[in-house]
């Protein structure tokens, strides 16, 4: 596994690959600046999300740096200084799970901060691309309030400028899946093909792809 290690002292863009979710996911974050002190954030509603428990989720997060927060419909009212879009993906593979997800906070209606969670190739073969949404987003949130006490108080704000970091992970591609991992990903195939979720075409061309990547 290869790591990287990332200064303390990074306030400008982070871009970090996580392995810990199968050395294929990819977390980009422009955390929130030490000026900005938020106690509250208007989330805007977005009717085409249909990921289950994404904005519960989001306002845990939220909560855990002492930001409370209203999810709304249509425009912001008055006293939203702060708010915050979103939007998230679920891709399937024998059941759906989180593959994108996208959140950016404003003020005023200007972009202040952002995070982005993707999974590189939809996860390629890994099992962890079904963990739970929190598991997934509340990292991702912790990464965007970098820079707050869990109580909600600023840290102490560095002056140093810091380019971006790139960190590589390995492709799906370029990991053959475990033994272990494909007895259980061929079992769950089986379990598809004999319930009537996918076809015996479908079950060939996926069985003949599995036992490749060895």
């Keep these: 596994m290869f790591l990287t290690r990332i200064p303390s002292n990074i306030v400008g863009l982070l871009l970090i690959s996580s392995f ?11 955390p929130v600046g030490p000026e900005h002190k938020i ?22 997060g939220f909560q855990k740096y002492g930001i409370s927060s209203d999810v709304i419909a249509g425009p912001a009212s008055v006293g939203c200084t702060y ?16 593959a994108d997800a ?20 939809k996860g390629g073969y890994s099992l962890t ?12 949130i912790d990464q965007l309030f970098a820079q707050m006490n869990p109580n909600g108080q600023l840290l102490t704000p560095v002056t ?3 380019s971006p970091i790139e960190t590589q992970s390995l492709t799906p591609s370029a990991t053959p899946a475990p033994k272990g991992d494909l007895a259980i990903r061929l079992s769950h195939l089986k379990d598809a093909f004999d319930s009537g979720l996918i076809t015996a075409a479908e079950y060939e061309a996926k069985r003949k792809e599995l036992i490749a990547s060895l």
């Design 20 to 30: 810990t979710l199968g050395g294929c996911t990819a977390i980009r974050v422009q």
């Design 39 to 60: 106690t509250h954030i208007c989330i805007n509603d977005n009717p085409r999300v249909i990921v289950r428990d994404f904005v519960d989720v989001m306002q845990e």
């Design 83 to 98: 708010t915050a879009n979103y939007t998230a993906r679920q891709t399937w593979d024998f059941a759906t799970y989180l």
């Design 102 to 121: 996208q959140i950016d906070i404003l003020r005023d209606g200007h972009q202040i901060a952002s995070a982005n969670y993707h999974l590189k190739g």
């Design 129 to 140: 691309k079904w963990a739970n949404n929190r598991s997934k987003i509340l990292p991702v």
């Design 160 to 162: 140093a400028s810091v």
